[in-house]
Structures are given as structure tokens and as C-alpha cells.
């Protein structure tokens, strides 16, 4: 889907929200296709159910051009909560699979949520077209909470010493810039040769945030093998930092493919980690070397400080020493005199 394909198929009173989040809110065309994407199956679903689409219609054919405030106005915490259900129960996963399982997760209907709350806010509190919000006390999904996974120190090593031909410099730089600066895949298939900046990197980050890393010796060394490397190479995108194999600038796919290969050269389990996993990795090893949440957090371009805070349940050594920190830690239970034995009667 291009990204301004919603200006000219959503209807207005979507329409209208959309371009707020992209032009005042300065949300990335990534973000505001989604929240077109989940708007639309919303009001699909709602037409559905309201009986303002043909009965014989499958949800994914239903059109929304007509979609009036009128419609958007009548809508209740029910029938969101009706979605949900859908959602959990009969949403396919995969819908172009003929093999896929049916249930959203928590996590995909929460972002939904998100979307239809941040809507009706819009309409609310920005456009002033309704009166009360009617999604005030819309709740989210739980979700379940877990703990990041990541490669330990050794295994990191491990990664980074394995890395060969083909693509050695440049998967080596990719790889290096994942475990010591902690970037988003997206972070770093976006970087320009112009980002890098000496011992600085810039990279844009979620909602177009620009935020400076600087970058340790391990960082600039494979940079400039790399960037030796590319400048013998001919660019279709002479702009981008990392090429691939057909001189393009990388994609998404082709790095998360690169990590599962060198994960698997390493000896690692590639089932347990990803591109992703090796940015949980920089945020755990730069957290048990003194680095404060803080300060992480402005590293890994957080916008909340709880996002960050779920680090510091993986410094095992910390947990270690408030464990042995604790008085009743070292008060045991008196033990019970063993029974005489039938022998000593």
C-alpha cells in the first residue's frame, strides 16, 4: 500500500484524522497506514453488525467511502469490545494464507484499541464534531509481560567472531551497530552515508525523532572497513549506508534473513533471536555495565521511561546482591533433633 493511498480512498471524516497524525503530529507514513488499516477493518466490522452492508458481504469487501459521522457517532464501548471478540475468535492471522490459525494476540488487538481510542480523541477534543468521547473508558487487552530475550556477552562475542565472506565488512558493521548502539532494524536500514557524523551517528527514529549516538571505537572501526569497501562498490541509492548483493539499499526482509544465517553460523539458536533481540541485547549488557535507565533510555530513543525500566529486571547480578542484601537472608531454620534410634533403647 503506498502511503498516501488513504487520501484518496478514505472517507473524509477519516481522512481528515490521518492528516493530522502525519502533518501535526509528525507520525511516520508507516504508523498512519496502519491506523487507516485497523480504522477501516473497525468500520467494516461496524457496518456489518449495524446491517449497513449487504448480508451476503465478506468483512474484508465491505466499503467504507459512505462512513459518516453519524455512523462513527453511534458506535458504544460494546461494540468495540464485540470486535475484540472477533478479533480474538474469527480474525484470521495470516488472511492471504489458506493455512492459517484464526485469534489475533493481545498485543495486534491492543494496537487496534489504540488506533480507535486516539480516533475518537481526535474527534473530540481536536475536530470538536462530538460532544463526549464515547471511547473515554475504552480498556486495552492485558497484555502478558515478559522479559526480553538476549545474547549474553560470550555469545555476543561469539556472533561478531564468526562473521565471514561473503558481505564480511558489512555484515560485521551491521551486526556491531545492532549489539553496541542498540538501533531498530528500521533505524538501521534507513541510515544515509551523511548520518554518519565522525563519532556521532544520527538516526531518525519513531514518529521522524532524530536522536545522536555516539559511537565507541568497535563502532567506528567497522564503519570505515565498511564504508572502504562500499566505495568501490557501484550504488542504485546513493544515499544509503548499506547496500545488499544487488547494490540497493538493504531492506527489512533481507537483514532479518542476514541475522538468522549468522546466527546459525555462530552456533547460536536462530529460533530464539532476531534482529530485535540483538537490540535487547545492547540495553541488557550496557545496563549491567553502569549504564543508568536514563541515560539508556535517551540511547535506545524511548519516548517513555517504563519502556526502558524493563531492562532492569534482567541484571541478574543486581538481583543477586539485593537478594544477599536482605538481614533474614542469613537466619536458618534451627534444625530438629534426629529421633533415637530403636538400637540406642
Not at 188 to 202: A, F, G, H
Request: hydrophobic share 35%; aromatic share 6%.
Amino acid at each position: 500500500m503506498r502511503h498516501n493511498d488513504y487520501k484518496l480512498s478514505a472517507p473524509p471524516v477519516l481522512r481528515d484524522f490521518l492528516v493530522y497524525h502525519e502533518t501535526i503530529q509528525g507520525h511516520s507514513k508507516k504508523t498512519v497506514d496502519e491506523y487507516y488499516l485497523d480504522l477501516r477493518n473497525f468500520f467494516r466490522y461496524i457496518k456489518m453488525v449495524k446491517g449497513k452492508a449487504p448480508r451476503t458481504a465478506e468483512l474484508d469487501e465491505i466499503p467504507i467511502d459512505d462512513l459518516d459521522l453519524e455512523l462513527v457517532s453511534s458506535v458504544t464501548l460494546s461494540d468495540v469490545y464485540s470486535y475484540m471478540n472477533y478479533l480474538s475468535r474469527d480474525r484470521a492471522k495470516h488472511a492471504n494464507s489458506p493455512s492459517t490459525r484464526y485469534g489475533l494476540e493481545a498485543t495486534a488487538r491492543a494496537r487496534k484499541i489504540a488506533a480507535i481510542r486516539s480516533f475518537y480523541k481526535y474527534l473530540t477534543s481536536k475536530a470538536k464534531l462530538l460532544g463526549e468521547n464515547p471511547m473515554q473508558n475504552l480498556d486495552s487487552p492485558r497484555l502478558k509481560k515478559s522479559l526480553p530475550r538476549y545474547l549474553s556477552l560470550d555469545e555476543s562475542i561469539q556472533l561478531l567472531e564468526s562473521v565471514d565472506e561473503p558481505n564480511q565488512a558489512r555484515d560485521y558493521c551491521i551486526l556491531t551497530l545492532f549489539l553496541n548502539c542498540g538501533l531498530r532494524i528500521s533505524e538501521l536500514v534507513s541510515l544515509n552515508l551523511q548520518d554518519v557524523r565522525e563519532e556521532q551517528l544520527r538516526v531518525l527514529g519513531k514518529g521522524n525523532k532524530e536522536r545522536m549516538i555516539f559511537l565507541n571505537e568497535a563502532c567506528r572501526d567497522a564503519l570505515d572497513d565498511w564504508l572502504e569497501e562500499r566505495s568501490h562498490q557501484a550504488a542504485a541509492d546513493p544515499n544509503a549506508l548499506f547496500l545488499s548483493r544487488s547494490h540497493t539499499r538493504v531492506t527489512t526482509a533481507g537483514i532479518h534473513y542476514m541475522v538468522k544465517q549468522r546466527l546459525k553460523k555462530a552456533g547460536l539458536d536462530a529460533s530464539l533471536y532476531s534482529s530485535h533481540k540483538l537490540r535487547h541485547t545492547a540495553a541488557t549488557l550496557m545496563l549491567q555495565n553502569g549504564v543508568d535507565v536514563r541515560t539508556l533510555q535517551e540511547v535506545l530513543g524511548h519516548e517513555n521511561l517504563n519502556t526502558t525500566q524493563i531492562y532492569t529486571h534482567v541484571d541478574n547480578e543486581n538481583l543477586r546482591s539485593a537478594a544477599r542484601a536482605n538481614p533474614l537472608g542469613r537466619v536458618k531454620a534451627r534444625k530438629k533433633p534426629k529421633p533415637a534410634s530403636a538400637d540406642e533403647n
